[in-house]
């Protein structure tokens, strides 16, 4: 799936989407960062307008507490 328009996309549906790609694709944020050209204040911003924070030890963006 194309990320270019990340920052226009639903907020939910970027968040499947990125995780599917942190799952499969990459070791890491900072390799995803990279990989698609994202902005890391941006994407923190969106995920957490929705309640979500990335967790380094799975490697993947989770519900706050």
């Given at each position: 799936?194309?990320?270019s328009?990340?920052?226009?996309?639903?907020?939910?549906?970027?968040?499947?989407?990125?995780?599917?790609?942190?799952?499969?694709?990459?070791?890491?944020?900072?390799?995803?960062?990279?990989?698609?050209?994202?902005?890391?204040?941006?994407?923190?911003?969106?995920?957490?307008?929705?309640?979500?924070?990335?967790?380094?030890?799975?490697?993947?963006?989770?519900?706050?507490?």
């Amino acid at each position: 799936m194309d990320l270019s328009a990340y920052q226009r996309m639903d907020a939910n549906i970027l968040l499947g989407i990125v995780n599917e790609k942190l799952r499969l694709e990459c070791a890491d944020l900072g390799e995803l960062l990279l990989r698609y050209d994202m902005s890391q204040d941006a994407l923190n911003k969106k995920m957490s307008s929705i309640g979500y924070h990335y967790d380094e030890m799975s490697n993947q963006f989770k519900a706050n507490h």
